[in-house]
């Protein structure tokens, strides 16, 4: 007799019995139950983990499908019925999947993930319906706390911003304030001083000129900040009113007028194409277009800004502001709307600025149930369009 040690030629074979067993340790390691349903007799079948999932009685697992039904939570009930309905007179066995809600023995809810397969004979009749539920209540608990996190964080950003928008506009209002003061009082001694005194002390009068011109620099800044904090938190109110555009055009020219000559530019107007009334704020658009022509005079040199309007046939007025200036680089005119972002990223300091206002530029046109955009190419020059209806209406605004 050998005494050589016997060698297995592989892994045992697994019985029957023990495969099922193990398939059901699986299906309870996932919570996944099978059932099945034969809309001929209308009942329904389910093994031993659909029981452990609904918590019903092992003994007996069928019942008639409104029985199965009623053990779902009274608000999906519908759902399911309406699905199984489809199922039933449908000629597709494409199904979607459903999620529920039940009420299992200890009164507890659990969500359910049920996937539906349908058998049919050969002239298309329903044989049977097979399904799995799976228990997801974990995953569904975890992502409904997830959602409640992100909104608590999403709310108490939202006051934050609204903390911040209060302390800028309290803020620029206590700046603004002793400002004018600094402005009105240079102006007053200014005037006063200019006939008063004799040649050698001019610069004196030069030096209040330079005082009001830096306090009204700021008050411009402080304004900035203080319309998008308006805007940000809400709080921005239009003014809506009939005016002609020839009023319009005859107050940006007298505010811009003093900025033509700095940079040895010159601007020209086309409105030959204008309507002669329109609906709208005025403050609010000559503001959009103060800014965007205060920006192609910043950004130009010894070049020539075109302020063109034009009403089409749809009732919009269309407002456009050419320049030959430096452009914006491609990767930049995306950003040039956004909050505190400057065209000219490597020469910010080059210019003045807060990067506030093609923003509230942006804000108050979209406010007013306008669009605004740009097209510039750099080392060419640009052109910002605005198109606003023509009768803005309070109803629209609101």
């Keep these: 007799m050998s005494n050589q040690p016997a060698v297995c030629s592989g892994m045992p074979a697994i019985s029957k019995p023990d495969r ?20 001929a007799s209308n009942y329904v079948e389910w093994d031993e983990i659909y029981s452990e999932i609904m918590g019903l009685p ?17 608000g999906d009930q519908e759902m399911i019925r309406k699905i199984l309905e489809d ?38 009749q329903i044989l049977t319906v097979v399904g799995t539920a799976q228990d997801v209540t974990a995953q569904e608990k975890e992502a409904k706390s997830k959602l409640i996190e992100a909104q608590l964080g999403l709310d108490k950003a939202k006051e934050a911003s609204r903390a911040k928008s209060d302390f800028l506009a309290n803020m620029s209002h206590e700046l603004r304030t002793p ?30 000129g330079r005082i009001t011109h830096s306090a009204r620099h700021l008050l411009s ?31 940006v020219q007298q505010i811009i007028s003093p900025l033509v000559c700095r940079n040895n530019n010159r601007f020209s107007i086309d409105q030959s194409e204008a309507p002669d009334i329109i609906t709208g704020d005025k ?17 130009t040199h010894n070049g020539d800004i075109t302020l063109k ?23 930049l005119q995306k950003e040039v709307f956004s909050p505190f972002k400057q065209a000219s990223t490597g020469r910010n300091r080059e210019f003045d600025g807060t990067g506030l206002g093609l923003a509230i530029s942006k804000q108050l046109t979209e406010l007013m149930q306008g669009t605004i955009g740009a097209e510039s ?22």
């Excluded at 340790?25 to 996932?30: F, G, K, N, V």
């Excluded at 007179?89 to 009420?103: A, F, H, V």
């Excluded at 709080?235 to 009939?242: A, E, H, V, Y």
């Excluded at 190419?377 to 209406?393: A, D």
């Design 20 to 39: 099922k067993k193990n398939t059901l340790r699986a299906q309870r390691l996932a919570q996944i139950g099978f059932w099945y349903w034969e809309p």
């Design 58 to 74: 092992p003994e007996k697992m069928e019942m008639t499908l409104n029985q199965c039904i009623a053990s779902v939570n009274q």
């Design 87 to 124: 199922v039933a007179t449908s000629e597709t066995d494409e199904i979607p999947d459903m999620s529920y809600r039940i009420i299992d023995k200890h009164g507890s809810e659990k969500y359910l993930r049920v996937l539906i397969d349908v058998e049919r004979d050969p002239c298309g």
């Design 179 to 208: 400002l004018n003061a600094i402005i009105g009082y240079s102006e007053m001694i200014g005037e006063e001083l200019e006939d008063g005194l004799p040649d050698d002390q001019e610069w004196v009068t030069a030096d209040i």
């Design 221 to 251: 800044l402080i304004n900035s900040v203080l319309d998008m904090s308006k805007i940000e938190s809400g709080q921005m109110s239009l003014d809506i009113q009939s005016f002609s555009i020839d009023q319009l055009i005859e107050d």
């Design 283 to 299: 403050l609010r658009i000559r503001q959009v277009i103060v800014n965007l022509v205060n920006n192609a005079l910043k950004f």
């Design 309 to 331: 309007v034009v009403g089409d046939k749809s009732d919009r007025v269309v407002f456009e502001v050419h320049d030959t200036g430096i452009g914006i680089e491609p990767e």
């Design 377 to 398: 190419e750099l080392g060419v020059g640009s052109i910002f369009r605005v198109e606003l209806p023509q009768k803005l209406l309070i109803s629209a605004v609101n």
